[in-house]
């Protein structure tokens, strides 16, 4: 009983005695990434769209596919999804937005677009990253239209049954 004792005491002082000697390592602040003419770069992405989009300060004026964002995406709720990024990193009308997307429909092309925003933001001041990580900003949305399986009439509905 005293031997196990004896250990135990041996190794609570190696554990605390490692743990004293630990190096606790701190992840570096992240640094802006920012081209020549001072625009933030990032890829979005949703469902089959993909957008390639530019930030860079300026008065909020969001242009795609050479249009501006009333005239592309010209619903309300589409526009909304696009000012999402800014309004929960509390820099509504401070940066210009160029914004390329092909595939996809317009629900995906605006998710697409938004993920890019977020992106770019993050990579252009580090510091609203917890913001646009907390309200799932930066994470890709992975769902996409499941393929249509032979035997089927979509994807998982089948034909209809006929007893005679």
């Known amino acids: 009983m005293a031997e196990e004792i004896n250990s135990l005491e041996g190794l609570e002082a190696v554990a605390e005695g490692s743990i004293a000697n630990a190096v606790v390592e701190t992840a570096e602040p992240r640094e802006p990434v920012r081209d020549e003419l001072g625009r933030s770069y990032a890829t979005g992405k949703r469902k089959d769209a993909v957008a390639r989009v530019w930030i860079k300060p300026g008065s909020g004026k969001v242009e795609v596919n050479g249009k501006e964002m009333n005239a592309y995406f010209a619903r309300p709720v589409l526009q909304m999804i696009l000012r999402q990024p800014f309004s929960v990193a509390g820099v509504e009308d401070q940066f210009d937005v160029m914004a390329t997307v092909k595939g996809g ?25 917890g913001a646009l990580k907390a309200a799932g900003f930066l994470t890709r949305d992975s769902r996409v239209v499941e393929r249509k399986k032979y035997g089927k ?8 049954f006929s007893k005679r």
């Open 105 to 129: 429909g317009l629900s995906g092309q605006a998710g697409a677009v938004k993920h890019g925003i977020s992106k770019a933001l993050q990579l252009y001041d580090p510091s609203l990253r």
């Open 153 to 160: 009439r979509k994807a998982r509905r089948s034909f209809q």
